[in-house]
């Protein structure tokens, strides 16, 4: 697995892990059936607790992401997929209304506001390539 943390980012290390997973089931990086790491190997693999990686697989089990595969450790749930895209949309939804807010509130026009979207949706794009 390609995750990493960042224990300046302000976001908890186990939210980061359980964003990461999500993440990755929704792009399809991880597919449901596939087992992930075991706590220990991820834990090393991110040189961090595996307290942190046992809190983030629990959660990640709550919310039906991973399921317990007896004898192999966890999958991706079936329903995993369809689960994750939709909340990382929410995420990003909101992460957008924010900014949008903040750029309302400092005076910026709707003009303004969609031609900087435009541009820096366009700045993605072309970075992607």
């Not at 224990?7 to 089931?25: E, H, M, W």
């Not at 596939?34 to 706590?39: A, E, G």
């Not at 190997?41 to 007896?70: K, S």
């Not at 910026?108 to 366009?122: A, P």
């Amino acid at each position: 697995m390609f995750f990493h943390v960042d224990p300046t980012d302000g976001l908890a290390i186990y939210d980061q892990v359980v964003r990461q997973v999500k993440f990755s089931v929704a792009r399809g990086a991880i597919r449901p059936g596939n087992l992930v790491p075991s706590v220990r190997e991820l834990a090393r693999e991110l040189a961090i607790n595996p307290n942190t990686v046992a809190r983030a697989y629990q959660q990640l089990q709550t919310d039906g992401v991973l399921q317990t595969v007896r004898g192999m450790g966890l999958e991706v749930a079936p329903g995993a997929v369809k689960h994750c895209r939709q909340q990382r949309q929410q995420l990003i939804q909101a992460r957008l209304r924010q900014t949008l807010a903040e750029a309302k509130r400092s005076g910026l026009d709707d003009e303004e506001l969609r031609g900087l979207i435009d541009k820096e949706l366009s700045d993605v794009v072309r970075d992607e390539r």
